[in-house]
Nanobody, 125 residues
Framework: QVQLVESGGGSVQAGGSLRLSCVAS????????MGWFRQAPGKERAGVAV???????YYDESVKGRFSISQDNSKNMLYLQMNSLKPEDTAMYYC???????????????????WGQGTQVTVSS
């Protein structure tokens, strides 16, 4: 079992930045993929960015060029640097981990079984 705990959410104005962090209780061969997902009110949870244990990254088109995912494997830490934030980025952000699915499903929330409790990000215009 892997426990994930997110932190770093908050309220910012449009154009601002936030850095989310996620600490994993362990990183094993069964959880080579870790990523960030978000869920806005009334919407389904959707993939934002995923990184493999080898450092390959995948981003949703809506955040490319603005968000950057990174990891520190020595500390079992996952990060999401969010720049140029927009009101439409407002959501609960979740950290997730599991075996890596195929590339077409890497940003699909259904492919991940380990989840954190989430951290709220609110961007005001």
């Amino acid at each position: 079992q892997v426990q994930l705990v997110e932190s770093g959410g908050g309220s910012v104005q449009a154009g601002g930045s936030l850095r989310l962090s996620c600490v994993a209780s362990k990183r094993t061969a069964s959880t080579p993929c870790m990523g960030w997902f978000r869920q806005a009110p009334g919407k389904e949870r959707a993939g934002v960015a995923v990184i493999t244990s080898r450092g390959f990254t995948y981003y949703d088109e809506s955040v490319k060029g603005r968000f950057s995912i990174s990891q520190d494997n020595s500390k079992n830490m996952l990060y999401l640097q969010m720049n140029s934030l927009k009101p439409e980025d407002t959501a609960m952000y979740y950290c997730a981990a599991d075996r890596c699915p195929g590339v077409t499903a890497v940003l699909s929330q259904s492919a991940y079984n380990y989840w954190g409790q989430g951290t709220q990000v609110t961007v005001s215009s």
